[in-house]
């Protein structure tokens, strides 16, 4: 069975399926506030993609495209996708799902940046990220993980 990865609309039904992620804060709180108060089409953009099973959300994740010229990240500065609250419901974790949406990401063919969450390193490594380490970053309180299209190697500061 090949999984699709799907954007996601910004709609009650999407928002209602939210609600059973870890990772529900106040992202999705203000995509609901925009909602009721109509500021928004139902099925306007997000930034989020995610994997049905049958008409069940089972796994979702952010991605934002930032630009060069706003990079902390690389030298020489370039364009990045950030990519956040990767998750998948337990009942559907080790069957692909995490890696297809991963891989995704991976097919706009520019690096990527994630602040992984505790204890997820050992998947992190299996999709051939790695970590940041200058102290900046630290700093910062991240601990982000990096991954290069072939050929792009990081200089780092």
Known sequence: MRLK????????????EFKKF????????????DLEANMVDNDSESPFYGIYFGDKLVARMSLYQIEAKFDRYFYPPQSYLELWKLEVLPEYQGKGYGRTLVDFAKSFGIPIKTNPRVKSSTFWEKMEFTPVDYEMERDRGENPLVWYPKGVEAQHH
Do not use: A, D, R
């Open 22 to 33: 870890k990772e529900y804060g106040i992202q999705e709180l203000s995509m609901l506030e």
């Open 5 to 16: 990865v799907e954007k996601l609309k910004v709609n009650f039904k999407t928002l209602e």
